[in-house]
Structures are given as C-alpha cells and as structure tokens.
Nanobody, 124 residues
Framework: HVQLVESGGASVQVGGSLRLSCVTS????????MAWFRQTPGKEREVVAS????????LYADSVKGRFTISRDSAKNRLYLQMSSLKPEDTAMYYC??????????????????WGQGTQVTVS
C-alpha cells in the first residue's frame, strides 16, 4: 500500500507561482507512475500532469503546458508540481496520485490506485 501526502497549496495572485509537493511512503518502483490531478466543485477530476517511474517522461494537460512542470525525486520519495503564470482557472483542489508498480506511465485516471488527501490552490 502506498500513502501520499500533499503540501504547498496556498492562495496566490494571478501571475504568481507556487510549488506543490507530495511525499510518498514507498520507493519509485513500488509507486510507479505518478501524477497530479485537480478538481473544482461540481466538475470532474482532471489530470494536470503525469511522470513515469524513472522521472524521464512527462505529459501535461493542454491547459497547463508551458506553465507547469512535474518532477520527482526518487531519493526523497517526493513528487513536485512547479506552477507559474497562475490563472484564476487554476483554482482547484490538487491531488497527488500513483499507479503502483503495474504501470510505468499513463494519464488515465482509472489506473491510479493511490491518492493523497488534496491541497487547495486558490488564484485570485
């Protein structure tokens, strides 16, 4: 079982930057592919960015390309999301997720078995 805990959410101004962190209870191999998702009230959860087990491949939602960067530090069992040029539409609860060892790289939410509790980002 993999436990995930996010941190770093805050209220920021439009155009500002923020870095989210997620600490995992397991190694990169056991954690597998990791991703950030976000959700606002009344809307479906959507993928923001995904990174493979080795930290070499990444994928981003079109809405955040060029503004957000996902990375992972396997030595520290941490996942990051660097967000810049923030917009009001980035306001959401952000969740860290992991697939476990069965998937090396994916964007499909159904394959993510482990989730954090979320951290709130508000841009105004």
């Amino acid at each position: 079982h993999v436990q995930l805990v996010e941190s770093g959410g805050a209220s920021v101004q439009v155009g500002g930057s923020l870095r989210l962190s997620c600490v995992t209870s397991a190694s990169a191999i056991r954690t597998g592919c990791m991703a950030w998702f976000r959700q606002t009230p009344g809307k479906e959860r959507e993928v923001v960015a995904s990174i493979d087990t080795g930290g070499m491949r990444t994928l981003y939602a079109d809405s955040v390309k060029g503004r957000f960067t996902i990375s992972r530090d396997s030595a520290k069992n941490r996942l990051y999301l660097q967000m810049s040029s923030l917009k009001p539409e980035d306001t959401a609860m952000y969740y860290c997720a992991a697939t476990g060892p069965d998937f090396a790289f994916t964007l499909e939410m159904r394959y993510f078995s482990y989730w954090g509790q979320g951290t709130q980002v508000t841009v105004s």
